[in-house]
């Protein structure tokens, strides 16, 4: 799969809906101090199922949407696309056979965020789960931001080995197997349940 476009509205210091083409040979962005380059990889990794406000620089989540300045009005509605090319067979299920995927992500104030697959409603683990089989997960290896490099350093064995796993594309089959075990379980239950009210029966 490719990234080929990010679409950011509302979100940060982009107030205005703003489209980046991410063409190939694209290898990097410049800018004044303070002109929203980290903005823009915080919009892809928010996309991509960021649940930590902290680690998008922020307090709480909502503090992603569009503030304001002296010159024009706060917004209450955020807005990230990310297009990805490329995706037949990569894609989960109901999209398979589509050779593109539009994955969004919106927050409104008090409403807290939700997420689209080209167009319809998914959960934020069905984001997740794509791109952890993408191997470019929010907190994947290749997107490292400014004090990563040391935080990686001091990380604990844990900590190290999350990123060895996601490295190897095993982190996707994980959440498979957690989503997995919670099905069994409540199957378990329902067995119980069904056993007690044959008891109650005969
Ligand atoms: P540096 O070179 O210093 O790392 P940068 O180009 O990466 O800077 P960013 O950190 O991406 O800059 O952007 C910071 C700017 O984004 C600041 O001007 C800040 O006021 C603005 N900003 C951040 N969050 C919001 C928000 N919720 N609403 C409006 N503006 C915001």
């Known amino acids: 799969a490719r990234f080929a476009r990010l679409r950011i ?43 930590s406000a902290k680690s998008l620089r922020g307090g709480e989540m909502e503090d992603v949407i569009f503030a304001g300045t002296m010159a024009r009005a706060a917004r209450n509605l955020a807005e990230v696309s990310i297009t990805l090319t490329d995706t037949a067979g990569l894609a989960p299920v109901p999209f398979q056979n589509e050779p593109e995927l539009q994955v969004s992500r919106k927050i409104e104030r008090g409403s807290g965020s939700s997420y689209r697959i080209n167009g319809r409603e998914v959960r934020a683990r069905d984001v997740a789960t794509l791109f952890a ?37 095993i982190t996707g089959l994980h959440a ?4 997995a075990e919670l099905k069994l379980r409540a199957a378990e239950q329902n067995l119980l349940r069904a056993d007690d009210l044959r008891a109650q029966q005969e």
């Open 9 to 51: 509205s509302g979100f940060k210091s982009f107030a205005d809906p703003t489209t980046i083409d991410i063409l190939p040979g694209l290898t990097g962005i410049i800018g004044p101090n303070g002109c929203g380059k980290s903005n823009v990889v915080d919009a892809l990794r928010w996309a991509m199922g960021e649940a």
């Open 133 to 169: 089989d993408l191997a470019s997960g929010a907190r994947n290896s290749a997107m490292i931001s400014q004090g990563r490099v040391s935080a990686l350093v001091n990380a604990r064995p844990d900590e190290r080995r999350a990123l060895l796993e996601e490295a190897a594309g």
């Open 176 to 179: 498979r197997r957690h989503e």
